[in-house]
């Protein structure tokens, strides 16, 4: 017989501080959540001055902002007489509109948690990963398998095991709000019934001992989903009868109690945070590149930016009172401003070098346009700045590019290849390859150019003779991610 004993066991963990948590959230953060990161910070900390913000010396008072408060527009409007006037409802809509929408996302939400777990740097990544892979509604968009494979091709030196993967997730569910970071199919009812059944696991964890509806509860929604579709209370008591002699000694009203249970739970936990998505929001880019005489250069637009030092006042009085009782406090909000300053023009330096870097791989792009856009990896990126690849990840996510094409998200340029017929001469594309991004580019070109609605085995066959290989199933799926129709539905 085996013998069960303690014993220790060490192991290297680096655990990370909280300075460089600040500096991870800073880097991730696009501008609009920068400056209001930075305003709080201020707010937060009085040895942070603003030296300069050129967004309040532009900023116009808007006629909706006479009226400070909610309270203050409805003393106001008592005074009016035409209380009921398109005019004065027309006021009240600006009014509610100018309020901003202050809500946090789920990501922010959700890494703020994680960033009091004591997770190790390695750890925290993934579980980073898969916070930013959760749509609006705390679903996975990419199954979790798949980001477990990507993260180990890229972090070949830092691997996750499947059962670290798993904790990751399970402690990920287990966050509020609870039951995010569930399913893998696409099936959204089968994602909502994960998601409660994750909900009811933990939140009646407790109850299940003394009330067996809780244990029900549970059950139901894991294993016998088909019962919840029987649109009364009746019909779902007759559901839940027939599948066994436990569940036959069930009343109505205890199917009436397991169902208001039930609904006690949220079948989109995601939906109470405001939508991350840009879809809706100001797009504001943050790196501009230009053209010179000499080629192409990268600067970063710090516009909305404020600028920021450490109070004089605050350094002196630190200085001062080395000896006295507050001298910690004026040390620690200096230390704090001063940490929070690094953080910024960490930031944006390392947001200029990946731009810097992009010009250099993409540079047939800057100069031809998209068709050009070359195949591209982040870790190709990361090892020419000596850089973590997580870093960069994290320098790209919410962040735009402004060029002579457009405005692009700095993602974009991290593309997957696809193999070409013939090798190009191009130093960029010296192996024979095209992006997937481009590839789009050229089906789209190839559809507005031919008078003819060609099919897509006609595009792949096409494409064939400029030099790019690739399958009509292929050619299909990127038709339908640039939404366009099929050949006998265009105009």
Same mark, same amino acid.
């Given at each position: 017989?085996?013998?069960?004993?303690?014993?220790?066991?060490?192991?290297?963990?680096?655990?990370?501080?909280?300075?460089?948590?600040?500096?991870?959230?800073?880097?991730?953060?696009?501008?609009?959540?920068l400056?209001?990161?930075?305003?709080?910070?201020?707010e937060?900390?009085?040895?942070?001055?603003?030296v300069?913000?050129?967004?309040?010396?532009?900023?116009?008072?808007?006629?909706?902002?006479?009226?400070?408060t909610?309270?203050?527009?409805?003393?106001?409007?008592?005074?009016?007489?035409? &209380?009921?006037?398109?005019?004065?409802?027309?006021?009240?809509?600006?009014?509610?509109?100018?309020?901003?929408?202050?809500?946090?996302?789920?990501q922010?939400?959700?890494?703020?948690?994680?960033?009091?777990k004591?997770?190790?740097?390695?750890? %925290?990544?993934?579980?980073?990963?898969? /916070?930013? $892979?959760?749509?609006?509604?705390g679903f996975n968009?990419?199954? /979790?398998?798949?980001?477990?494979?990507?993260? #180990?091709?890229?972090?070949?030196?830092?691997?996750?095991?499947?059962?670290?993967?798993?904790?990751?997730?399970?402690?990920?569910?287990?966050?509020?709000?609870?039951?995010? &970071?569930?399913?893998? &199919?696409?099936?959204?009812?089968?994602?909502?019934?994960?998601?409660?059944?994750?909900?009811?696991?933990?939140?009646?964890?407790?109850?299940?001992?003394?009330?067996?509806?809780?244990?029900?509860?549970?059950? =139901?929604?894991?294993?016998?989903?088909?019962?919840?579709?029987?649109?009364?209370?009746?019909? %779902?008591?007759?559901?839940?009868?027939?599948?066994s002699?436990?569940?036959?000694?069930?009343?109505?009203?205890?199917?009436?109690?397991? =169902?208001?249970?039930?609904?006690?739970?949220?079948?989109?936990?995601?939906?109470?945070?405001? $939508?991350?998505?840009?879809? $809706?929001?100001?797009?504001?880019?943050?790196?501009?590149?230009?053209?010179?005489?000499? !080629?192409?250069s990268?600067?970063?637009?710090?516009?909305?930016?404020?600028?920021?030092?450490?109070?004089?006042?605050?350094?002196?009085?630190?200085?001062?009172?080395?000896?006295?009782?507050?001298? #910690?406090?004026?040390?620690?909000?200096?230390?704090d401003?001063?940490?929070?300053? #690094?953080?910024?023009?960490?930031?944006?330096?390392?947001? =200029?070098?990946?731009?810097?870097?992009?010009?250099?791989?993409?540079?047939?792009?800057?100069?031809?346009?998209?068709?050009?856009?070359?195949?591209?990896?982040?870790?190709?990126? &990361?090892?020419?700045?000596?850089?973590? $690849?997580?870093?960069?990840?994290?320098?790209?996510? !919410?962040?735009y590019?402004?060029?002579?094409?457009? /405005?692009?998200?700095?993602?974009? %340029?991290?593309?997957?290849?696809?193999?070409?017929?013939?090798?190009?001469?191009?130093?960029?594309?010296?192996?024979?390859?095209?992006?997937?991004?481009?590839?789009?580019?050229?089906?789209?070109?190839?559809?507005?150019?031919? !008078?003819?609605? =060609?099919?897509?085995?006609?595009?792949?066959?096409?494409?064939?003779?400029?030099?790019?290989?690739?399958?009509?199933?292929?050619?299909t799926?990127?038709?339908?991610e640039?939404?366009?129709?099929?050949?006998?539905?265009?105009?």
């Amino acid at each position: 017989m085996l013998e069960q004993r303690p014993y220790l066991q060490q192991k290297q963990s680096l655990v990370l501080s909280q300075k460089q948590i600040q500096g991870f959230k800073i880097l991730s953060m696009s501008a609009l959540d920068l400056r209001s990161a930075i305003l709080t910070e201020v707010e937060k900390n009085p040895a942070l001055e603003i030296v300069s913000d050129s967004i309040e010396k532009k900023r116009q008072k808007p006629k909706s902002e006479k009226y400070g408060t909610l309270s203050s527009y409805v003393r106001e409007r008592k005074k009016m007489h035409s &209380a009921k006037s398109e005019q004065a409802s027309d006021e009240y809509r600006k009014f509610l509109e100018s309020i901003p929408d202050n809500r946090e996302t789920l990501q922010s939400h959700l890494l703020e948690q994680l960033a009091f777990k004591g997770l190790s740097e390695r750890l %925290f990544n993934f579980a980073e990963m898969v /916070v930013q $892979n959760l749509d609006k509604r705390g679903f996975n968009i990419v199954a /979790v398998s798949e980001l477990l494979s990507k993260y #180990n091709e890229e972090n070949l030196n830092e691997k996750i095991t499947d059962d670290e993967a798993d904790e990751i997730i399970d402690l990920i569910q287990r966050l509020d709000p609870i039951g995010c &970071a569930v399913g893998s &199919a696409e099936d959204l009812d089968a994602k909502c019934f994960a998601s409660l059944s994750k909900q009811a696991e933990i939140l009646f964890e407790k109850q299940v001992k003394y009330d067996k509806c809780y244990y029900y509860a549970i059950d =139901l929604l894991k294993h016998h989903r088909e019962c919840f579709k029987k649109p009364s209370p009746s019909g %779902f008591w007759s559901c839940i009868k027939k599948i066994s002699s436990e569940y036959a000694t069930l009343t109505l009203d205890d199917a009436k109690y397991i =169902l208001e249970l039930i609904s006690t739970l949220n079948p989109f936990p995601g939906l109470q945070f405001r $939508n991350a998505d840009l879809e $809706n929001q100001y797009i504001f880019p943050e790196v501009i590149v230009k053209k010179s005489e000499t !080629g192409f250069s990268a600067i970063v637009n710090d516009d909305e930016i404020p600028v920021l030092r450490v109070s004089k006042f605050f350094e002196r009085a630190a200085i001062v009172s080395k000896e006295k009782s507050g001298s #910690n406090n004026l040390k620690k909000c200096v230390q704090d401003a001063a940490d929070f300053i #690094n953080s910024l023009n960490f930031r944006k330096e390392t947001l =200029l070098k990946l731009a810097s870097a992009i010009i250099i791989y993409q540079y047939d792009f800057f100069r031809k346009g998209p068709k050009y856009l070359s195949p591209l990896s982040q870790q190709d990126i &990361a090892e020419e700045l000596k850089l973590n $690849n997580s870093t960069i990840s994290r320098c790209a996510n !919410g962040k735009y590019l402004q060029c002579d094409w457009g /405005v692009f998200e700095i993602k974009y %340029f991290f593309s997957n290849s696809i193999v070409s017929k013939k090798p190009l001469a191009k130093k960029a594309q010296s192996a024979g390859n095209h992006s997937k991004n481009a590839v789009k580019e050229f089906i789209k070109d190839i559809i507005q150019e031919s !008078g003819k609605k =060609l099919s897509d085995q006609k595009i792949s066959d096409e494409l064939l003779e400029r030099g790019i290989k690739i399958s009509r199933r292929t050619v299909t799926k990127y038709r339908n991610e640039l939404g366009i129709d099929v050949s006998y539905m265009r105009d």
